[in-house]
Each structure stands twice: as structure tokens, then as C-alpha cells.
């Protein structure tokens, strides 16, 4: 079992910044993919950005040139710089951990950008 823990969503206006943090503790291995997930009201949940085990990196086109995704050095920790940000990047940010054909999710964090 993988257990993720998601940090740092909260409450911004419109063209301000946060910075999501997600720590993945458990039966860990070093090949993984990590990325992010977000799901809005009434919405289904889409993908936001990801990093593979070779540090490849994809983003959806909504968020590209506005959000960056890097891990951290420390263990298996993922990071969203996110920039700019508007109203409709407003939903509930899921980080997700996949090595070989398992995958996990975290519970989620909250991301509100207001008008």
C-alpha cells in the first residue's frame, strides 16, 4: 500500500499563486509516475500535469506556461507551482502514484480562485 498526502490548496484571487505538495509514504518504489488530478463542480476529473519515471512531463493545455510540476529530492514528493491562476482552475487537486500496474490517489485538496 501507497499512502499520499496532499498539502497547500486554499483560497487565491484571480492571477495569484499557490503551491500543492504531495508526499507519498509506504511500499515506494523508485520508479514511479507521480502527477496531479483536478476535478470541479459537476465536472469529471481530468488530468493537470505528470511526471514520469524519467522525469518526463506532461500538462494539460489549460495549465501549460502557468503551472510547473517537479519532485522533490527528498523522497518521493511531487510539487504544483501554479501561477496565474483563474476561476475555472477552481476544483478539488488530486495527486496520484503509479509504479507498475498500481496506482494510488490522495484524498485531495481544495484550490479556490476567486473573481
Known amino acids: 500500500q501507497v499512502q499520499l498526502v496532499e498539502s497547500g490548496g486554499g483560497l487565491v484571487q484571480a492571477g495569484g499563486s499557490l503551491r500543492l505538495s504531495c508526499g507519498a509514504s509506504?511500499?515506494?518504489?523508485?520508479?514511479?509516475?507521480m502527477g496531479w488530478y483536478r476535478q470541479a463542480p459537476g465536472k469529471q476529473r481530468e488530468v493537470v500535469a505528470v511526471?514520469?519515471?524519467?522525469?518526463?512531463?506532461t500538462y494539460a493545455q489549460s495549465v501549460r506556461g502557468r503551472f510547473i510540476i517537479s519532485r522533490g529530492y527528498a523522497g518521493p514528493t511531487v510539487y504544483l507551482d501554479m501561477n496565474d491562476l483563474r476561476p475555472d482552475d477552481t476544483g478539488i487537486y488530486f495527486c496520484?502514484?503509479?509504479?507498475?500496474?498500481?496506482?494510488?490517489w490522495g484524498q485531495g485538496t481544495q484550490v479556490t480562485v476567486s473573481y
Open positions: 511526471i514520469d519515471p524519467d522525469d518526463k512531463i
Open positions: 496520484n502514484y503509479i509504479t507498475g500496474t498500481k496506482g494510488y
Open positions: 509506504g511500499n515506494i518504489f523508485s520508479a514511479n509516475t
